[in-house]
C-alpha cells in the first residue's frame, strides 16, 4: 500500500513538474520567446546585410547602423525601439531641475570636453545671426548634437560654444528668424530623411537672440498599441513669411518609418501628422493643412519657399504610405488655400530655389532615381531639364547622378542674386547659365582624377548652402564634416584654400567606441565615428581643461579601435593600434608611426570580410595580442579570434550549441589566461574557457531574470564579480553576481526605462558605479544596496548617447564615448573627508526637520552670504555639494535625493567659517 501510495506521489510530482514548466511558463520565459520572435523576424533581416551600393540601389541610408539598434534596442513587449519614452524622461528631468546632479565619476570631478576641435559631424541647420551688423556671428545645428554658435565665421581661429538649455542630444535640422523681431528665432528638429535615425522633438523657441530656448510645439502623443506612433517628429523646414506687422509661421511636418527598410512591420512615426503647419500667434498654436494624394492619402511635405511676390510655395517628398512619392509643387498666395501647380513625374524628393529678381523663375533638384535639375521660366508651368548635370571628376561617380545614389540624403540647391546656381551632392557644383555648364567647387578626397583637381577639399554629403548677408561671394557649408566657409566662391573653382573648415571646437562627432591609452603624460584617445573615419588625438596634455586635434585613417564609418595597453606589444613590432571599419574589418598599425596618419607603411590587414554587423562587436586581449570580433553570417552564429602576428593574422572561428545568436558583447577575462565572456543579442552571457588552447568549455551563465540583447560585461576584483547591461526599452538594463553567475541581482534601482549600453565601477570606491546611457552617464554612490539609487552624472557632460566607457587605471580617468557630443573625459577619486573636515562645534545654521525624506530647511540667524552646503554620509564621503545665498534671519530650502540612514550637513559661510549638524533620512 505504501508503495503503491509512493508511485503515485511520484507520478503526480513528475506531473506537477511538467505540467508547471510546460504549460505555466515564467513570465520572464515568455518575454524570452517574444523577443527572440522579434529578433527572427526583424523587418531588417535582409538589409542590414546589403553593402552600401546595394543600399543606394534600394534608396536605402547608407548606414546600418540605425537599424541595427532597431534589434538591439527593441522592447521585447512590443517588438519596436521606444524612444519616445527617453523624451518624456527628458522632459520631466528638466521639468525637476535634479537638486543633484553629480560629477563625472563622483561629486568633485567634473566631465571636460575632450573634442575633436577640428572634425565637426553632420549638420543641416545653419543661420546668420540677424542681430549681428558685421554678419559673422553664425548658428549651426548638428544633427545628433544640439545647437552651436560661433562669434566670427570668417576667422578660422574662432571657436564654436554649444547654446545651453534646448538639450545638448537635439536633432536640429532647419533655424529661422522672425523678420518682425530678430530676436526671435525657431529651429526644427528631426531628420526624416535617414528614415527616422534622427528622430525630434518638434519646435522650439527663443525670444532673446538664442540665450535661452523653450518647447513650443511638437513631440511624442500617443501610440495606437501597434507599430504607428503619433506625433510631431520630424520638421524638413520653417519659413517665417512677413505679413506686414505679423509674422506667419509655417512648418513642414514629415512623417517617416522608424529605421525603415520599406517593411511592412515596421513603427511609424508620425503619419497621422504628416502635413504642412501654419501659426499665425507666433508658434503658441498651429493649424494643419492636408496635402494629399487625391485619394485621401496624405503627401509628406518637403520644402518651403517665399517668391520675391512672398506666395509660398510647397514641394513633396516620399512618405512611408505605401505607394507614396514626391515631385509636387503646390503655391499658395495668401497662406489660406494651396493649389497643385505641378508634379515632376517619379520624383521623390524635391528641393526649389526661387530667384530674387525673377518671379516666375525658379530651379529644381529632384530626386528621380538619382538627383536631376530642372528650370523652369513660368512658375512652374513647364519644367525642363537643365542642358546638363555636374559631372564629378571623381571616376566613382556617375555622370549622370553628381550624389552617388543619396539624392533622398544630399541635396540642397541655392542661388545668388546674380543667377548663379549651386548645388551639392558628394561635392559642390556652381553653374553660371542655369545648368548649361557646370564648374566642380570641392573635393572630398584625392582619389582617383581628383587628386589633380586644383579645388578646395571639403567634407562629402552635403546638405546645406547658406550665402553671408551682404556678400554673396561668401557662404557657409554645412555637410557630414560639419562647417565649411568660403571666402571667395568666385574663385573656388580654381583654388585649393576658397572653402576651409570652420569645425574648431565643433564637437559633434558621433562616435561608436573609444579607447584611452594607458599612458599619463601623453594622452591618446582613438575611437571610430560615423562618416569620419576612425580619429586619434595624439600628444594631448593630461589634465588640461581642452580640446583636442584629431585626425582621421580612412573615411566613411570606423567601428571597434582600441590601443595596446599592456605596453608589450607584438614581437618585433611594438606597440599597435587596431583599427576598425565596417563589418568585420579590421586593420592594425603601430603607435610609433600613427602621427602621419599612413597605416599600411607599418601596419597590416587583419580581416575585412562582410561577416558581422555593420558597426561591429569585438574586444581585444592585450595581453596575448588576440582579437576577438563577431564573425555571425546569416544563420550561422559564431566569434572569431586574430592572433595578431608580426605581418599577419591568425583566424580561428568559434561556434556553439549554446550561441544560438549572434554575439553582442564580449569581455576577455584579465584573470584566467584562455577566458573570455560573451553576451548574445538574446539574453545569454557565456563563458568560455580555455579558448586557445582547442578544447575550450563552454557554460552558459546567463541570469533567470535575463531579457534583451547584452550590451557590455565588465569584470570586478575576480571572475566572480561580473557586472551586465543590457541595450533594451522594457526591461531589467543592470545585473550584478558575486558568484561568478550562479546568482544574480538586479541593479536597475530607481533607473528609468532607457537604453543602457555600458558600466564601470570606481576602482577606489568599489561601491560608487556609472553607467552610459541614452541620455548620458547616470551614477549611483551604492551599487551594493538593493535597490541603487541613479542620478545623471551631469556636470560637463549633457543628454547625449554615451555608448562607451573606458578607464585609464594609471590615474583613474575615465573616457566616455558618445554619439553626437565627440569624447568627454573625467576621473574617480575616493571623496574621503577628514574628521575634522566633517565635524565642526561652531553653530552658525540650523537644519529643520532633523529627519525628513530629503526635503529639509536650512536656517541661518546671521547673514552668512554666498555659502558651500556639504552633505557627507557616515562614512566621511561626501554625497552632496550646492551653494546657497543666506542673508540674515533667512530659509533656504534643500531636496536631495539620498539613500535612508544619518547625513552630516556642513556649511561654509563666505568668511570660511564652518558648522556641522546631523540629519537623518528616512
Request: proline residues 3%; charged residues 20%.
Amino acid at each position: 500500500m505504501k508503495r503503491k501510495l509512493l508511485i503515485t506521489a511520484i507520478l503526480v510530482f513528475a506531473g506537477a513538474i511538467i505540467y508547471f514548466s510546460g504549460f505555466h511558463k515564467s513570465e520572464v520565459d515568455k518575454l524570452r520567446e517574444k523577443h527572440q520572435a522579434f529578433l527572427d523576424n526583424s523587418p531588417f533581416e535582409e538589409t542590414k546585410s546589403l553593402s552600401k551600393k546595394e543600399r543606394k540601389a534600394r534608396g536605402l541610408p547608407p548606414n546600418a547602423y540605425y537599424e541595427q539598434l532597431w534589434d538591439l534596442t527593441l522592447d521585447p513587449a512590443t517588438g519596436r525601439p521606444m524612444p519616445e519614452r527617453v523624451d518624456a524622461i527628458q522632459k520631466q528631468l528638466r521639468e525637476e531641475r535634479l537638486a543633484q546632479r553629480g560629477g563625472g565619476g563622483d561629486n568633485f570631478s567634473p566631465w571636460v570636453d575632450r573634442g575633436p576641435n577640428n572634425i565637426g559631424g553632420r549638420t543641416r541647420a545653419i543661420m546668420f545671426d540677424p542681430n549681428d551688423g558685421d554678419n559673422n556671428r553664425v548658428f549651426a545645428g548638428g544633427v545628433s548634437g544640439g545647437l552651436w554658435v560661433n562669434e566670427d565665421i570668417t576667422d578660422p581661429n574662432s571657436s564654436w560654444t554649444m547654446v545651453t538649455g534646448i538639450g545638448a542630444n537635439i536633432s536640429v535640422t532647419v533655424m529661422i528668424s522672425d523678420p518682425n523681431d530678430s530676436n526671435t528665432f525657431y529651429i526644427g528638429s528631426g531628420e526624416s530623411y535617414t528614415f527616422g535615425a534622427a528622430v525630434g522633438r518638434g519646435i522650439w523657441k527663443s525670444t532673446d537672440g538664442g540665450v535661452t530656448w523653450s518647447h513650443i510645439f511638437g513631440g511624442y502623443t500617443s501610440a495606437d498599441g501597434g507599430q504607428l506612433i503619433n506625433g510631431i517628429f520630424y520638421v524638413n523646414d520653417l519659413v517665417a513669411r512677413d505679413v506686414g506687422a505679423t509674422t506667419e509661421l509655417y512648418a513642414s511636418i514629415a512623417g517617416a518609418a522608424y529605421n525603415s527598410s520599406q517593411s511592412p512591420t515596421n513603427q511609424f512615426h508620425g503619419l497621422n501628422e504628416q502635413g504642412l503647419y501654419k501659426s499665425v500667434d507666433n508658434g503658441a498654436n498651429w493649424t494643419k493643412f492636408t496635402i494629399d494624394e487625391g485619394n485621401g492619402t496624405p503627401s509628406n511635405p518637403n520644402d518651403i519657399e517665399l517668391d520675391i511676390n512672398n506666395n509660398i510655395w510647397l514641394t513633396t517628398t516620399r512618405s512611408s504610405w505605401s505607394g507614396v512619392t514626391g515631385g509636387k509643387i503646390l503655391r499658395s498666395t495668401d497662406g489660406i488655400t494651396f493649389t497643385l501647380i505641378n508634379t515632376i513625374a517619379g520624383a521623390q524628393r524635391t528641393e526649389i530655389e526661387p530667384s530674387s529678381t525673377d518671379a516666375n523663375k525658379f530651379w529644381i533638384a529632384a530626386e528621380v532615381g538619382g538627383a536631376n535639375l530642372y528650370v523652369t521660366t513660368d512658375a512652374f508651368a513647364t519644367i525642363n531639364p537643365m542642358t546638363t548635370e555636374p559631372n564629378d571628376v571623381d571616376q566613382g561617380i556617375s555622370s549622370t547622378d553628381y550624389t552617388r545614389g543619396q539624392a533622398f540624403y544630399d541635396l540642397p540647391i541655392e542661388s545668388d542674386s546674380n543667377g548663379n546656381v549651386y548645388v551639392g551632392g558628394i561635392d559642390l557644383f556652381r553653374s553660371s547659365n542655369d545648368g548649361g555648364s557646370w564648374e566642380q567647387i570641392s573635393k572630398w578626397s584625392n582619389n582617383n582624377d581628383l587628386a589633380a583637381l586644383n579645388v578646395s577639399l571639403v567634407h562629402a554629403d552635403h546638405h546645406a548652402i547658406v550665402f553671408r548677408p551682404g556678400n554673396e561671394n561668401q557662404a557657409v557649408f554645412g555637410n557630414d564634416g560639419g562647417v565649411y566657409f568660403s571666402n571667395d566662391l568666385s574663385s573656388s573653382s580654381i583654388s585649393t584654400t576658397a572653402i576651409t573648415s570652420r569645425n574648431k571646437d565643433y564637437n559633434v562627432t558621433q562616435f561608436y567606441y573609444g579607447s584611452i591609452a594607458s599612458g599619463t603624460g601623453n594622452e591618446i584617445f582613438f575611437g571610430g565615428t560615423q562618416d569620419n573615419g576612425t580619429l586619434i588625438s595624439q600628444n594631448s596634455v593630461a589634465g588640461a581643461n581642452d580640446f583636442d586635434n584629431y585626425y582621421a585613417f580612412f573615411s566613411g564609418d570606423g567601428s571597434y579601435s582600441e590601443i595596446d595597453q599592456d605596453g608589450g606589444g607584438i614581437p618585433n613590432r611594438g606597440e599597435y593600434i587596431i583599427i576598425g571599419s565596417v563589418r568585420l574589418s579590421y586593420y592594425l598599425a603601430e603607435t610609433s608611426h600613427t602621427s602621419t596618419g599612413q597605416v599600411f607603411n607599418n601596419g597590416y590587414t587583419i580581416v575585412s570580410t562582410s561577416e558581422g554587423n555593420f558597426i561591429n562587436e569585438a574586444e581585444l586581449d592585450h595581453a596575448n595580442n588576440i582579437l576577438y570580433a563577431n564573425s555571425s553570417q546569416g544563420n550561422s552564429n559564431r566569434f572569431s579570434s586574430f592572433v595578431l602576428g608580426e605581418n599577419s593574422a591568425t583566424r580561428t572561428d568559434f561556434s556553439h550549441s549554446l550561441l544560438d545568436d549572434e554575439p553582442s558583447a564580449f569581455k576577455v577575462s584579465s584573470f584566467t589566461n584562455g577566458t573570455i565572456f560573451v553576451g548574445t543579442q538574446n539574453s545569454e552571457v557565456l563563458k568560455v574557457e580555455n579558448i586557445g588552447a582547442f578544447n575550450e568549455t563552454w557554460t552558459d551563465i546567463s541570469g533567470a531574470g535575463f531579457v534583451g540583447s547584452i550590451s557590455d560585461i565588465e569584470i570586478g576584483t575576480s571572475e566572480q564579480e561580473i557586472f551586465v547591461t543590457v541595450h533594451n526599452y522594457g526591461v531589467t538594463s543592470i545585473w550584478y553576481t558575486s558568484d561568478g553567475g550562479t546568482t544574480w541581482e538586479n541593479k536597475e534601482g530607481d533607473l528609468p526605462d532607457l537604453p543602457v549600453k555600458c558600466i564601470l565601477r570606481n576602482p577606489l570606491l568599489p561601491q560608487e558605479v556609472i553607467i552610459g546611457t541614452e541620455l548620458g552617464v547616470w551614477r549611483t554612490s551604492d551599487f551594493t544596496v538593493a535597490n541603487p539609487v541613479w542620478t545623471q552624472s551631469y556636470n560637463g557632460m549633457s543628454d547625449v548617447t554615451v555608448l562607451d566607457l573606458d578607464l585609464r587605471s594609471a590615474d583613474n580617468t575615465i573616457l566616455a564615448t558618445t554619439h553626437g557630443r565627440g569624447m568627454f573625459t573625467s576621473v574617480f577619486t575616493s571623496d574621503v573627508a577628514s574628521v575634522e573636515e566633517v565635524l565642526t562645534d561652531k553653530k552658525v545654521f540650523t537644519v529643520f526637520p532633523t529627519i525628513s525624506d530629503g526635503n529639509f530647511t536650512v536656517y541661518a540667524k546671521n547673514e552668512l552670504g554666498n555659502s558651500n552646503i556639504q552633505i557627507f554620509d557616515i562614512s566621511g564621503k561626501q554625497v552632496y555639494t550646492s551653494q546657497l545665498n543666506f542673508n540674515e534671519n533667512s530659509n533656504q530650502p534643500l531636496s536631495v535625493s539620498l539613500k535612508s540612514g544619518i547625513y552630516i550637513v556642513n556649511v561654509i559661510d563666505q568668511n570660511n567659517r564652518k558648522s556641522s549638524g546631523k540629519i537623518i533620512i528616512k
